[in-house]
């Protein structure tokens, strides 16, 4: 099975004179072969869920998910 990696990104910002505050959000890609043998198209969405043991997670595809 392909490997992907977490990509994390950081950004601060000004909300008004008083401070600021810091955006964390994480991202990855999905292999292409997955994206096709499910037939994922612009849209889809990925739903995240815990698996069945501490290291594992599930993943639902909705397709059509923007509709």
Do not use: C
Not at 41 to 60: C, I, P, Y
């Amino acid at each position: 099975m392909a490997k992907t990696k977490v990509q994390k990104t950081t950004s601060t910002l000004s909300e008004d004179e008083d401070g600021s505050r810091t955006l964390v959000q994480y991202s990855t890609s999905i292999p292409k072969a997955l994206a096709e043998f499910f037939e994922l198209e612009q849209g889809d969405e990925l739903e995240w869920s815990n698996g069945s043991a501490r290291n594992k997670m599930e993943v639902t595809i909705i397709h059509g998910g923007d509709e």
